[in-house]
């Protein structure tokens, strides 16, 4: 096994930020020394992509809001299930980030950043959800996607910014009607789908992977019945690293 090399390093106010590669497609993403995501382990980034946007083959000229780009496994996942009349907007708080996904990583997935469909805004998604829920209707989204190497869990308090009970209704007034708010978690928390269902959403849950930590993909959608169907539990969902990223 080849020994891992630092291709890129940046300070965050998380500690260092860094890209690393061993092989022609085995890559790291790790945040102070601690593994944020693999290319070799995206099965969970796929599966949130998918689910949030393969109802919107259809429709002409679908707006999509992707918070965290991390390798870009979730943009390529959703790109692919878009049509061309697309609009997909990407909020991602490190602009090293990009850099990577149009550089040293970018075929990884055949350079999802650079379709013609896709606008990579530094901000924080929270603040974009938050802008679209306060704006006019057609600034409004079919889907958001949240995929970020913090899920919500039983921690997560009412007040959280991206979690919490006022997260979640801001998703909701982002959306448009029978819009879809998918977010990935590194394992179940009954507490986050209670709070989806009370915002107005039918929640559904999948924990798409094989073995491994449980990760889950809630899908949510707007204004349908709020009965939670959840997959097996034996489907434990392995998805990324060994640590949760997106």
């Not at 290319?39 to 599966?47: G, I, P």
């Not at 990583?105 to 306060?134: F, M, S, Y």
């Not at 057609?138 to 190497?149: F, H, S, T």
């Not at 929640?203 to 019945?225: E, F, I, M, N, Q």
Request: with cysteine; hydrophobic share 40%; charged share 25%.
């Amino acid at each position: 096994m080849k020994p891992w090399r630092t291709v890129d390093t940046v300070e965050t106010r998380e500690g260092p930020l860094a890209l690393k590669q061993r092989d022609v497609r085995d890559f790291l993403i790790t945040i102070a020394g601690r593994v944020l995501m693999s290319s070799t382990a995206f099965r969970s980034e796929v599966a949130l992509g998918e689910a949030a946007c393969g109802g919107l083959q259809s429709y002409a000229a679908p707006r999509v809001l992707v918070g965290g780009l991390g390798m870009g496994f979730t943009l390529r996942a959703v790109l692919d299930r878009l049509p061309a009349g697309a609009r997909v907007t990407v909020a991602e708080l490190n602009p090293v980030t990009e850099t990577w996904c149009r550089g040293p990583i970018a075929h990884l997935t055949d350079n999802a950043v650079a379709d013609p469909r896709v606008t990579v805004e530094i901000t924080d998604v929270a603040k974009a959800i938050a802008q679209a829920a306060g704006g006019p209707p057609g600034g409004r989204y079919d889907a958001i996607v949240i995929d970020l190497y913090v899920g919500p869990d039983a921690g997560t308090r009412d007040g959280d910014p991206l979690y919490g009970r006022k997260a979640v209704h801001n998703a909701a007034q982002a959306l448009t009607a029978g819009g879809v708010f998918a977010t990935w978690g590194e394992a179940y928390d009954a507490g986050y789908a209670r709070r989806l269902e009370k915002a107005g959403f039918g929640v559904k849950t999948d924990r798409p992977g094989r073995g491994g930590l449980k990760h889950v993909v809630y899908l949510a959608k707007k204004g349908s019945a709020a009965a939670r169907a959840s997959t097996p539990a034996s489907r434990a969902g392995r998805g990324r690293g060994p640590a949760p990223r997106g």
